[in-house]
């Protein structure tokens, strides 16, 4: 502890990125060994938003658990609720209709594309510039108007559920949708004119926080922080669930491997992210939105894993189970605390600076992390 | 691959592995000694390439503790778990962290809230809680008044 | 016609008629002290409510619009709040040199207004040099904030005052170059000899693409200089939170943030008064009647005009362009604009011999 405080034995400068700084967006604690500028060593410090989500998941019931999760990945809550959902479903065996499939599947991805918008304002706003951060949350905006005006609430939605969702569409949906697909296919050139094609973004990006394909599979890295170093690992390809198998959309791959490879990752998701959107809008089949599913769930004795694409990568919900009412244990693999295992490796050597561009586009969102 | 060959595999390559029946991916247990070597075996052998390590947890079964690890490999997508009973009042195993390095944060949150000791951890500290903090919170025998909210 | 050259006039007349010449000299220097301050207010609060409006603009918002009409007392509300907040010193700062850091960088901000020519025949000191005092005095503001990021004790504001030093001492160079290459094609360092010079056409349409090259090199290098972005990484807050002034707070905080309103003013006056003529109306060569015409707008305005549209530019880029990295930033000055300016140079002296700009 004495070392984080001053300087070490060999006389470089410790300095403490967070608990509170502006980078980290959230409470992460960086510990960092400086030499002048640049970066000896990293260390993260964690546990400043951990709620033991997992320990109060052993006392929640199986329809109770779920909502939970929305505060895990915040940016990302529809994934989440998806992921327990499923594993639920998959216990029990239950067959949700399709209608209920299509929906999940509309839902995640408006999720991707508010989550990746407001990825790219921070980023940006990391990077400097402020003004991206306004132009992205104009089309965030809408996303949000569209999920409070079906589930709700316009961050921790809660509308997923074991057997389907909660309510059925509002009326509105399909026109707004629509409308929003619109919007933002007229608004995306400004994306690649304000930031993209800037040539001090792309200074500040290529060759910045390298991470090789093998490095970045033996870091358990996922979502578009392996794509950009080429690693195939998307759930959606590799692991269809729901519709998933039934829709035309290509899988990001960049080989770069440096924040740029990243960046343009999850630009161009965006993309198939609306491309996936217009497949299924004008295609949501009739009929229920919920199986008939039991009051009280309870999953036979055995163990459950399934993975889903959050907006970050890789989400796993492991439920040990019992036959009880509860999960006996219950385990989050969140894609955000795989992908910062490999940050300080990523920054070695690099400036300051660069810290703030690599850790950008990692896209930590640190509930995730701590859970 | 599919689970019935990488059964066979896996058979071959450790005979005193005992398969665990009824899951969706091949789940077998191993000797806690065995361990480290078996890692390495699974990360490398030919056809099995375990390369990715998605998950790593642990399980506390009042009586032992299970650590799981579920494999899975970039190259032929198929995924196996590993499972490995360790002793409650003494846990300790060979850390992995030199062949999956996404282990050494996930090896430091099991010790943190299971109080498994990993041998030659590079380093083994608390991750999430403060360094003072007694006791392992997912242990199912955790109490502590103060906090805890009991549904 | 209201000319700022006859109030100042009849002033001086007034009060050497009036007084003995030590005594109205004395006078002089209160009025002037005065006025500056007056306009070092002016100018903080009309800048940053400009600052804000510019960045609403770009950003798809509002902006302040709520105290005022137009949110134009935005600003007096925020200095207000500053004033009565507690001026907080940490425990570890070296206390004097804490508190002294912000009056060092406001004194020098202070002091570049001397040469300033504002108007026609309104200037408070028309130096011979005064160029070079410009470019002079501009750098002592660097050691206040070395001194802010040293008393602090903190190592967010040391690694921005470090940052800042190099920062400002490499800018510095090209600053200083694109300045010198006005000097050269005017033949004298007075700011009034400068201004004179452009009566027949501003130098940034006489002196063709060298003194084009040149003010591109300026506006890059009074950018870094006032600590603007693309280059505000003494301050980068997502690196450094707030830089120097990390630990600063209520007034002494509001003091930097007003002498960096104030060297961006300072800045932008000078470019104006080196590339687009100052206070002289835009003329051109002989054509008598345009630019009889153009002398009827008052050359007060014609300098704040250029004046503001050279902070709008600033602004523009703040709220645009992403920061640079640090070796990036001094990349871009040791290995590119300083050989630019260099070579510049020598086509501006070579332009000025043979006499080819008009």
Redesign the interface.
């Known amino acids: 502890m004495i070392e984080e405080l001053g300087t070490t034995s060999e006389g470089y400068m410790v300095i403490n990125i967070g608990p509170q700084h502006p980078a980290t967006h959230g409470v992460l604690r960086l510990v960092m060994t400086l030499d002048g500028e640049t970066i000896i060593k990293t260390e993260p410090h964690l546990g400043y938003i951990h709620r033991s989500i997992e320990k109060m998941c052993e006392s929640l019931s199986y329809r109770q658990f779920v909502y939970v999760t929305s505060r895990m990945d915040y940016l990302s809550s529809h994934m989440n609720n998806h992921g327990c959902s499923l594993v639920v479903e998959k216990g029990l065996q239950v067959e949700i209709p399709e209608r209920a499939q299509v929906i999940r599947v509309l839902m995640d991805e408006l999720t991707r594309v508010a989550s990746h918008e407001l990825w790219w304002g921070a980023m940006a706003m990391d990077l400097g510039a402020f003004t991206p951060f306004f132009h992205s949350f104009r089309e965030r905006e809408t996303i949000t108007d569209i999920m409070e005006e079906t589930c709700g609430a316009r961050l921790t939605m809660n509308y997923i559920c074991p057997g389907g969702v909660m309510a059925d569409l509002h009326p509105d949906f399909q026109k707004r949708v629509k409308n929003f697909v619109t919007l933002f296919k007229s608004k995306f050139h400004e994306y690649n004119e304000l930031v993209t094609g800037n040539i001090i973004f792309q200074n500040r990006m290529k060759g910045v926080g390298f991470l090789s394909a093998e490095d970045a599979i033996s870091f358990g890295c996922t979502g578009p922080v392996a794509r950009g170093s080429g690693v195939k690992s998307d759930i959606r390809k590799l692991y269809p669930y729901e519709v998933y198998n039934k829709l035309q959309f290509d899988e990001v791959l960049e080989t770069g491997g440096d924040s740029f490879a990243r960046y343009m990752v999850r630009i161009n998701e965006m993309l198939q992210s609306i491309k996936i959107i217009e497949q299924l809008i004008d295609n949501i089949p009739e009929g229920e939105f919920q199986a008939k599913t039991k009051a009280v769930l309870k999953l036979p004795k055995g163990e459950f894993y399934q993975r889903v694409e959050t907006a970050r990568g890789e989400l796993g919900v492991y439920i040990v189970s019992e036959g009880g009412t509860t999960p006996y244990r219950i385990k989050f693999r969140s894609p955000g605390f795989s992908n910062l295992s490999a940050l300080p490796q990523m920054v070695k050597g690099s400036k300051i600076g660069d810290l703030v561009a690599t850790m950008g586009t990692l896209d930590l969102v640190i509930p995730d992390i701590d859970r | 691959m599919n689970n019935e060959d990488l059964k066979n595999k896996i058979t071959e390559l450790f005979p005193t592995a005992t398969f665990e029946e009824?899951?969706?991916?091949v789940?077998f247990f191993i000797e806690p000694t065995e361990w480290k070597k078996a890692a390495g075996v699974l990360h490398n052998a030919e056809g099995l390439q375990l390369?990715?390590?998605?998950?790593l947890?642990c399980?506390?079964w009042k009586t032992h503790l299970s650590m799981?690890y579920?494999l899975s490999s970039?190259l032929h997508?198929h995924n196996i778990?590993v499972k490995i009973k360790l002793d409650r009042l003494n846990p300790e195993i060979e850390t992995v962290c030199d062949i999956?390095?996404?282990a050494?944060?996930?090896e430091r949150?099991v010790y943190d809230l299971f109080g498994v000791n990993f041998l030659n951890h590079p380093d083994l500290r608390r991750?999430?809680?403060?360094?003072d903090f007694v006791g392992y919170?997912?242990r199912k025998d955790f109490e502590d008044p103060i906090n805890m909210i009991?549904? | 016609m209201l000319s700022l050259e006859n109030i100042t006039n009849t002033i001086h007349e007034w009060l050497n008629a009036t007084m003995n010449p030590s005594l109205a000299l004395l006078s002089e220097f209160v009025i002037i002290g005065i006025c500056a301050i007056a306009l070092f207010a002016m100018l903080g609060l009309s800048l940053v409510l400009m600052e804000r409006k510019v960045a609403a603009f770009m950003q798809l918002r509002l902006g302040p619009n709520r105290v005022g009409p137009f949110g134009i007392f935005q600003t007096v509300a925020d200095t207000l709040k500053l004033m009565m907040k507690e001026g907080l010193t940490p425990d570890g700062a070296d206390k004097f040199l804490f508190n002294l850091a912000p009056f060092i960088v406001m004194i020098a901000a202070m002091m570049l207004l001397a040469p300033i020519a504002f108007a026609r025949g309104f200037q408070i000191w028309d130096i011979n040099i005064g160029v070079l005092f410009l470019s002079a005095v501009s750098s002592v503001s660097v050691i206040g904030i070395l001194m802010a990021g040293w008393a602090s004790n903190n190592k967010y504001s040391f690694l921005g005052a470090m940052r800042s030093g190099a920062q400002i001492v490499s800018y510095e160079l090209s600053a200083g170059l694109s300045i010198i290459t006005i000097v050269i094609l005017t033949g004298s360092l007075q700011i009034s000899d400068i201004v004179n010079s452009q009566e027949n056409g501003w130098w940034i349409f006489k002196g063709h693409i060298p003194v084009i090259i040149s003010f591109i090199t300026f506006l890059i290098a009074i950018t870094a200089e006032t600590n603007r972005a693309p280059f505000d990484l003494p301050e980068a807050e997502s690196e450094l939170t707030a830089g120097f002034h990390t630990e600063y707070s209520g007034m002494k905080f509001a003091l930097f943030f007003l002498s960096e309103y104030i060297n961006i003013f300072i800045a932008c006056a000078v470019g104006a008064t080196l590339f687009f003529g100052g206070w002289m109306p835009f003329h051109i060569g002989n054509w008598e009647a345009f630019n009889h015409i153009m002398d009827y707008i008052p050359s007060s305005i014609w300098f704040m005009g250029k004046t503001f549209f050279l902070i709008f530019l600033l602004m523009w880029f703040r709220w645009t362009f992403p920061r640079l990295r640090v070796d990036q930033l001094l990349n871009l000055e040791w290995k590119y604009l300083l050989p630019i300016s260099m070579i510049n140079l020598l086509a501006v002296t070579l332009m000025a011999i043979m006499g080819w700009h008009f």
């Open positions: 009824g899951g969706e991916w789940n390369d990715y390590l998605f998950c947890t399980v506390d799981v579920h970039s997508r778990v999956w390095k996404t050494e944060l996930h949150e991750l999430f809680l403060t360094d919170p997912l009991k549904l």
